[in-house]
Each structure stands twice: as C-alpha cells, then as structure tokens.
C-alpha cells in the first residue's frame, strides 16, 4: 500500500542538510504531533539481503532518521523509516520516483530482518510495525506541489514492496499542512487554550476499538482531512479544535462535516465548543457555505432538539495562520539541490 511526504532548499552538503532536516523534523514539527526520533540520524546499517538488494559493495543500507509512535487501535509500536529528499519545482516535474520508492522498500524489508537496524533503532519489548515514509520538500518559495499524480503511475511490481509494508509519502502541500497545524497547536498552548496533555480523536472502527482520544496522531490521520484535537485528556468536557483541510466547496460537504460531529457525539452538551480552522488553500467562500449549511442541518435534522441546535450554532470558524515554509526553512541555511 503506497500513501503520500516532502523536504527543503539552501548550500551545503547532502549529509549536512540531512542532519539538519533530520533535526528540524524532530524538534519543531513531529513532537506537535507527539512522533519521537530514535537512535542516531543519517547513518548506514548492514544489509542482510546483499543478493537481493545489489549490495555487494556498499553493505549498507541509509536511514536519515527513524521516528516512533504507539498505534492507538492496535498498541503497536509504529517506526517510520524515513527518507528525506528536497527537489526544484522543475525536477519534481520529470523525476521518475520508482527508483527512491524502490530503495526504500528494500530498506525497510531488511530493516525488519537486520540486526544492525534493530540494534540502533528498536525500543526494547514491544510489538512493533516498520513502514518506510518518503518526505519530499519542494524548496522554491513556498510552492504547493502534489504528488498524487505523479506516484500513482508508479507500478507497484516496480516498487517490490513487501505485503505486509507500507510506504507513506509527504508531500509539499501535506508538509505545508503540517507546519500549519503546528503553528497553530503551539498558539493554542501559548495562549492557554490547549492543555499540554491534548490529545487526537480517533473513531471506533467495526473490529478495533479505541478509547476515543488518544496521544499520538498516526500517519494516516496526518494524511487525512480531518484532525481533531481535545484541549485535555484529563477533562469531560469535550473543548475540541478542528483542523480542516477538506475543499470547502459545497453545502453538501459541511453536512457530511456535521454529521460526522453528531454520530461522534459531539453535539450533545451545550458546554462542549467546536472550533474549526480552516486551512489556506479551502474555498474563499468556504465559511459563508458552512453557515448556510448549518441553518440547513438544523431546520432539516433539529426540530425540537434545543441542545443539538444550540451546540451546531455555537460551532465557530477560524482560518488556520500559515507559515511560508521556504522562508522557515531557508532560515535554517538548509540546501541539498536539485
């Protein structure tokens, strides 16, 4: 299964930049989200599949940096395996991924079966998951790119990824998205609007269960849409911030978002508050779409429901601030070329 990451811009070594995205990643972006680095950044380990993987000579295979998170329907202990790369705008547009998805494929099939990797990146006594994630960051100007299209053209039997791997990939606008969030995580906090023990809502899924409201956001909850935070696990009330990436196009998308909210049971105390940031690239029309669709879901689900009218009403909107991240990361002198 192959999902969607991406990196940065500025003059020094491969390995130097590395290092510095690498410690970027780990202190100013990931911990928002509660991943955790482990072990040493951008270092070689021994491949174990020397035949297979065409190693005869190097032996080794790289990890720029690996991070861990705990999975919150399965208690697994999740390790991104992770590769960073930065491109131009024009060799994102005639690079062939195959061969980058490829290698880190074959890094995460041996990493799981190598005693090196294990040795410098694998917590003692848990259950564990290693999945390869690809972060690509685009460094001209703060350019919104997807790579959607591009990766779909890649063949799977090209890739060899393992069955039971995943490789998530990050691109431009996920990255852009992120940092966003993570701006806006670190306002709540400053401004006491947040607890520091918030945490991510998860739903209840068929056959796995979860507690609701958990500390860590998974890769595929980054990935989606939708990120919903609780201002502390401590607490009964439910103070949620919702972050919204969705297009913002139509009525119809803001009831699915309201019903959503309902079957969650998030309308059903006048003292629990929703507020929604938008992110940059929703309609501009997106917030009057969102009161038109309100007063539609209450003369059409609410009749007589005093609470659940009340509660959507008190729904507010915010836009989410967005931080140019060539700017941010220029700053930082962080350049692997083209």
């Not at 006048?270 to 309609?283: A, G, L, P, W």
């Amino acid at each position: 299964m192959l999902y969607l990451l991406i990196y940065f811009g500025g003059i020094m070594s491969e390995t130097e930049a590395i290092a510095k995205m690498s410690e970027i990643l780990s202190n100013d972006i990931f911990p928002y989200f509660r991943w955790n680095s482990i072990g040493a950044k951008n270092l070689n380990w021994d491949c174990v599949k020397l035949t297979e993987h065409k190693k005869e000579k190097t032996k080794t295979h790289p990890a720029d940096v690996v991070f861990w998170y705990n999975d919150p329907y399965t208690d697994n202990t999740i390790y991104m395996h992770t590769d960073l790369k930065s491109y131009g705008k024009k060799t994102i547009a005639s690079k062939d991924f195959t061969s980058v998805l490829k290698s880190l494929a074959q890094q995460i099939e041996c990493a799981e079966i190598s005693d090196s990797w294990k040795e410098k990146y694998l917590k003692e006594n848990s259950n564990y998951i290693i999945n390869g994630l690809l972060f690509v960051y685009n460094h001209d100007n703060d350019a919104d790119l997807s790579l959607i299209n591009k990766l779909s053209s890649v063949k799977a039997t090209s890739i060899q990824l393992p069955v039971s791997k995943n490789i998530f990939v990050l691109d431009p606008i996920d990255i852009g998205w992120l940092v966003d969030i993570g701006n806006g995580i670190s306002n709540l906090l400053s401004k006491s609007k947040i607890e520091k023990d918030y945490c991510f809502f998860y739903p209840q899924k068929t056959f796995q269960g979860v507690d609701g409201f958990e500390e860590s956001a998974t890769i595929e909850l980054l990935k989606s849409n939708v990120i919903i935070l609780k201002s502390s696990k401590e607490t009964r009330s439910q103070q949620l911030k919702v972050f919204y990436r969705g297009r913002g196009e139509t009525t119809e998308e803001f009831q699915y978002l309201l019903d959503y909210f309902r079957h969650n049971q998030f309308l059903e105390y006048k003292e629990d508050t929703i507020e929604i940031f938008f992110s940059k690239n929703v309609d501009k029309n997106a917030a009057n779409l969102f009161d038109k669709s309100r007063h539609e879901y209450i003369e059409r689900y609410t009749k007589n429901q005093e609470t659940l009218t009340f509660c959507i009403n008190s729904i507010s909107l915010n836009g989410l601030d967005h931080i140019d991240k060539s700017q941010t990361f220029n700053e930082n002198i962080i350049g692997m070329g083209d």
